[in-house]
């Protein structure tokens, strides 16, 4: 069965505290990965697509790598506003568009 | 430039009363559409896709069914509310083919009461 698994489910960091969240996945055949932020009562917003191990994106703080079993979304230097809920989602290729998404981390960047 | 919108942004039903939810997308043609329901703020459940106009698939086998009348536009409906159908409803649009991202609306909140 195909599965997403995010880790942890809820983050802590200190302003300027750099870590990592982490996106495992088991599905068969991986057509891409997605990386969404959310904010509380709105709809995610896109972040990042991966389409094949080895692939990084990067946007302000915020760096995504891929590998053949799992993602990391890099947060450097976080600041209170990526206080949010990050998903992560993926598509297979016997799927369609349909997304598989995780469960999420919650993320809180205090000051 | 691509726009989506939904409405309501909120709804508080009694149990047992119908349900309209719309979402529309500007700037686009043909998309595919997607309804999903979030629970207590975490991940998304598909609940239906829609590739064309009439053309339905349904994920998951519940009480709630959904209808494409035109291109750009995506229902959500129920006949009748159940209490486990509060949530948070969210309306995704992407391109038509290919492993395009899919975009999200600012969603509606549902209580049934």
């Known amino acids: 069965e195909d599965q997403v698994t995010q880790s942890p489910e809820a983050l802590r960091l200190q302003e300027g505290e750099s870590s990592s969240l982490n996106c495992s996945y088991t599905?068969?055949?991986?057509?891409?990965l997605f990386w969404y932020r959310q904010d509380p009562g709105k709809g995610p917003e896109f972040l990042f697509t991966?389409?094949?191990a080895g692939e990084e994106k990067e946007k302000e703080r915020l760096k995504a790598t891929l590998t053949k079993k799992e993602s990391f979304l890099h947060i450097t230097a976080p600041k209170p506003e990526d206080s949010a809920t990050y998903l992560c989602?993926?598509?297979?290729?016997?799927?369609?568009?349909?997304?598989?998404f995780g469960e999420g981390t919650q993320l809180t960047v205090n000051p | 430039s691509q726009t989506i919108h939904q409405w309501p942004a909120t709804l508080v039903q009694p149990v047992g009363s119908p349900l309209s939810l719309e979402c529309t997308v500007e700037?686009?043609?043909?998309?595919?559409l997607y309804w999903y329901r979030q629970a207590a703020g975490r991940g998304l459940q598909l609940l239906f896709y829609?590739?064309?106009?009439?053309?339905i698939s349904s994920e998951v086998p519940q009480n709630l069914s959904a209808s494409r009348p035109q291109d750009r536009q995506f229902i959500l409906s129920s006949k009748k509310l159940l209490l486990s159908d509060s949530g948070f409803y969210l309306c995704?649009?992407?391109?038509?083919?290919?492993?395009?991202?899919?975009?999200f609306g600012p969603g509606t909140r549902l209580t049934v009461l």
């Open positions: 829609s590739v064309g106009i009439g053309q």
């Open positions: 989602a993926v598509q297979i290729r016997t799927s369609g568009s349909r997304l598989t």
């Open positions: 995704a649009w992407k391109r038509a083919g290919g492993r395009d991202t899919q975009y």
């Open positions: 599905v068969s055949g991986l057509r891409g």
């Open positions: 991966l389409y094949s």
């Open positions: 700037g686009t043609s043909n998309p595919n």
